[in-house]
């Protein structure tokens, strides 16, 4: 066994699970400047749910990416100002803004989703569809028991 392999054994799932994060987060970026893009992951993870769900609350975009709702604000501010989205008060309630994307923002969108499609296939490349379904198995079990009331 060589040192770099016993070191993988000692590696804790904390490091592991954020080390491909990190991993996953630079190659979406790589692909997307490759292709001209200019998109962070989080931005992204920000757009789906604004795309999917027109006129989202930026309450139900941080429940959506299970974000926290400072950085969601800060995401959508930069979005904004890249003019990807607009915020458009709630007629009923106007301490709600709505998301909505803009011409500029769907263009964005579709241009990006084959970046998605080749950052996933190379995330997936040598992991069948079993194993890929045991992690997210996994990883919810680890959400849940986190989520979990320690008290």
Do not use: Y
């Amino acid at each position: 066994m060589t040192d770099k392999e016993a070191l993988q054994i000692h590696i804790n799932i904390g490091m592991l699970v954020g080390s491909v994060n990190r991993a996953m987060t630079k190659r979406f970026v790589q692909n997307a400047h490759k292709m001209g893009l200019d998109i962070s992951l989080d931005q992204w993870m920000v757009l789906g749910p604004i795309w999917r769900f027109e006129g989202v609350s930026q309450k139900d975009i941080a429940e959506f990416c299970m974000k926290d709702k400072t950085s969601v604000t800060r995401i959508i501010n930069t979005l904004e100002k890249k003019n990807l989205v607009v915020r458009v008060p709630d007629q009923i309630d106007h301490r709600i803004n709505r998301i909505v994307l803009t011409h500029q923002g769907k263009q964005l969108f579709q241009n990006v989703l084959p970046v998605i499609e080749k950052t996933r296939e190379e995330v997936r490349k040598g992991i069948s569809d079993e194993e890929i379904e045991t992690l997210k198995k996994v990883l919810t079990k680890i959400t849940q028991n986190l989520e979990k009331d320690n008290g």
